[in-house]
Structure formats: structure tokens, C-alpha cells
């Protein structure tokens, strides 16, 4: 049963600490992004990767920090420095389809989404 | 960094009735993808477009991609209570690197009453 999962749920964080969340896909796709949604909000990307090994920064990274060890695994740490960080945080995977032309369509598929709050 | 701008914010109808929605931006798309997303959940992929006039439907729901390329249009007939839902666009600028991630609008809340 193929699809990309995120852990846990539901998360609490005391203020000062690191937390980690967990994505993963089984759909051997290439790409993987961060996103963290706010009330009321669009998608704003935190940190993508389009191979192994390696990351990039997307419009909202200060405070985030990623790894890309392995294709299925995509692990988002939320940082003390990040000062604002209760929100819906959104894992998605991507393979480049319809290649045509150099054409790469991103169709990204989402995971089920962790709610962090901060206490 | 580019925005789209997703219209209407919110939406209160009756069941049974049409919705449209729709976004635009200032630059010009190669893609353009329609999400619905649950409370407590993960967007779900609707429609994908990859061409100017491209106009597609899935079940009940029928998008286009504008011809300008600049915007996209989600229409859902018949609605049903299970519609509801927040619906977001997602524009695809280029192809590879960062021109080749998504922009999400801010969506589009539609409530149905039955």
C-alpha cells in the first residue's frame, strides 16, 4: 500500500526544545518537500529535496533544518531558534512525470500532516 | 516571493447548487493543480493542467487552465455535503530547480448546507 506517511499526529513542544518529524514515502519518489500551514494560510515551503544527499532552502527555512539520508526518508527538525513554530507542518513527495521536451511536471502528493503546538 | 490570488476566500451554499472558484497571478503557469484538503488532513490532487485552454473534470468537478496561462478555474456541480472542504491551486512556474516547486493560493472554504 504505497503513500507517504508522517509522525506523530499530534505533537507538544515545551519552548527551548528541538523536535523532529518523521516522513516517510514508499512511492520511490525522487523528491521530497516541507511545507507549514498557518490558519487561513497557503502551503509556504520550508526545505526540499530532489535527490538524496541533497536540500535546499525554501521561502520560510530560518529556524528548520532537514536531512536526506535515504530516498524514503525526509526529517524535519523544528529548532529553538524558530520563534513562531505551533502550526500544521505538510510532508509531500514527487516524481517528475511527463518528461517531455525538458518538461518536469510536479505532481506532489501529501502526507496526513503534524500538528505541532508549543506549550 | 509570487503569489497567487485564490477567489472567493469562503463559500456558503446550498446543496445542490454550482461552485466556482478560481485563481490568478501576475506571472505566467506550465501547471496548474487543484487540491482539496480535509480538516486535520493532508491536501488531496484533484486536477492537474498542463496546457494553455486545457480544460479537464473528475467526476463532478471540471478546471481549466486560462489561455493567458495566468490563471486556472475549479467549478464543482451538484454539490453534496461531502464537498466540504478547503480547495487550493497550486501554480507550477518552470521545470527544475526552484522553478519547478509549487505556489499554493490560500484557499477556498466551502461550506454546504443540506
Known amino acids: 500500500d504505497g503513500g507517504i506517511t508522517q509522525s506523530p499526529k499530534y505533537l507538544f513542544r515545551k519552548e527551548g526544545q528541538n523536535v523532529t518529524l518523521s516522513c516517510e514515502q514508499n512511492?520511490?519518489?525522487?523528491?521530497m518537500y516541507w511545507y507549514r500551514q498557518d490558519p487561513g494560510q497557503g502551503l509556504r515551503l520550508i526545505y526540499y529535496?530532489?535527490?538524496?544527499?541533497?536540500?535546499q532552502k525554501g521561502d520560510i527555512a530560518e529556524g528548520y533544518s532537514v536531512s536526506r539520508e535515504k530516498k524514503e526518508s525526509f526529517p524535519l527538525t523544528v529548532t529553538s531558534a524558530q520563534k513562531n513554530p505551533t502550526a500544521f507542518y505538510l510532508c509531500?513527495?514527487?516524481?517528475?512525470?511527463?518528461?517531455?521536451?525538458?518538461?518536469?511536471?510536479?505532481?506532489?502528493?501529501f502526507g496526513p500532516g503534524t500538528r505541532l503546538t508549543v506549550l | 516571493g509570487q503569489q497567487l490570488n485564490q477567489s472567493p476566500q469562503s463559500m456558503f451554499i446550498q446543496e445542490g447548487e454550482d461552485v466556482s472558484m478560481n485563481c490568478t497571478s501576475s506571472s505566467i503557469f506550465n501547471t496548474w493543480l487543484w487540491y482539496k484538503q480535509e480538516p486535520g488532513e493532508g491536501p488531496v490532487l484533484l486536477i492537474a493542467?498542463?496546457?494553455?485552454?486545457e480544460l479537464t473534470s473528475n467526476g463532478r468537478l471540471t478546471a481549466q487552465f486560462g489561455i493567458t496561462r495566468k490563471d486556472s478555474f475549479l467549478n464543482i456541480s451538484a454539490s453534496i455535503p461531502s464537498d466540504v472542504g478547503i480547495y487550493f491551486c497550486?501554480?507550477?512556474?518552470?521545470?527544475?530547480?526552484?522553478?519547478?516547486?509549487?505556489?499554493f493560493g490560500k484557499g477556498t472554504k466551502l461550506s454546504v448546507k443540506p
Open positions: 529535496s530532489q535527490i538524496v544527499n541533497d536540500f
Open positions: 497550486a501554480g507550477q512556474l518552470g521545470y527544475g530547480g526552484s522553478q519547478g516547486n509549487l505556489i
Open positions: 493542467l498542463y496546457k494553455a485552454g
Open positions: 512511492l520511490n519518489h525522487d523528491a
Open positions: 509531500a513527495s514527487s516524481m517528475p512525470q511527463g518528461i517531455w521536451a525538458g518538461a518536469d511536471y510536479n505532481e506532489q502528493f
